[in-house]
T-cell receptor, first 113, second 114 residues
Framework: AQSVAQPEDQVNVAEGNPLTVKCTYS??????LFWYVQYPNRGLQFLLKYITGDNLVKGSYGFEAEFNKSQTSFHLKKPSALVSDSALYFCAVRGNSGYALNFGKGTSLLVTP | NAGVTQTPKFQVLKTGQSMTLQCAQD?????MYWYRQDPGMGLRLIYY???????DKGEVPNGYNVSRLNKREFSLRLESAAPSQTSVYFC?????????????FGSGTRLTVV
């Protein structure tokens, strides 16, 4: 089954520092990978996706993600964190049906001033 | 505003009661989904509808039924609510190609079963 794992429940970073939120995947075939963000009491918002092509994917709000096939990873990154980036982040992979996404358990990002 | 609309936003049910969660999208998307979100468990797929007239079970379908009423609407029904169904429920939709382009999510329904 197609799955993703987010090994960290929480990531803490100081404002202005670079941030990384980790995601590893397990798929058969080519992976379709996504990152979503959820602010408190809101639905999930799309950040970026990897389907094919360049291993560095740029997305919304200054986020980017690096696809690494040899390490089966798709880590989310941002060069300089903002307090407003504090939220819950989900990695996801397209499931076997080709329609539904399978989500990781989420990583809570806390950016402190 | 274009998007996915869920109603109600909050609901408290007694064990054994039934209810229907409503979802509608105005983006002409083909596929629609229902997820539940529980602390520490991420989002788990309940049911999905790849296109109008079709529905399929996801990871956690027990205790739920769905109806794809038309292209816009996809409802989730709890026939006999149980405390284990206390959760936040999200509806989502995606365009042609299923999840290729990612999802658009509704703002969620927070359900408590007492």
């Amino acid at each position: 089954a197609q799955s993703v794992a987010q090994p960290e429940d929480q990531v803490n970073v100081a404002e202005g520092n670079p941030l990384t939120v980790k995601c590893t995947y397990s798929v058969s075939g080519n992976p379709y990978l996504f990152w979503y963000v959820q602010y408190p009491n809101r639905g999930l918002q799309f950040l970026l996706k990897y389907i094919t092509g360049d291993n560095l994917v740029k997305g919304s709000y200054g986020f980017e993600a690096e696809f690494n096939k040899s390490q089966t990873s798709f880590h989310l990154k941002k060069p300089s964190a903002l307090v407003s980036d504090s939220a819950l982040y989900f990695c996801a992979v397209r499931g076997n049906s080709g329609y539904a996404l399978n989500f990781g358990k989420g990583t809570s990002l806390l950016v402190t001033p | 505003n274009a998007g996915v609309t869920q109603t109600p936003k909050f609901q408290v049910l007694k064990t054994g009661q039934s209810m229907t969660l409503q979802c509608a999208q105005d983006m002409n998307h083909n596929s629609m989904y229902w997820y539940r979100q529980d602390p520490g468990m991420g989002l788990r797929l309940i049911y999905y509808s790849a296109s109008e007239g079709t529905t399929d079970k996801g990871e956690v379908p027990n205790g739920y039924n769905v109806s794809r009423l038309n292209k816009r609407e996809f409802s989730l029904r709890l026939e006999s609510a149980a405390p284990s169904q206390t959760s936040v429920y999200f509806c989502a939709s995606s365009g042609r190609g299923g999840s290729y382009y990612g999802y658009t999510f509704g703002s969620g329904t927070r359900l408590t079963v007492v």
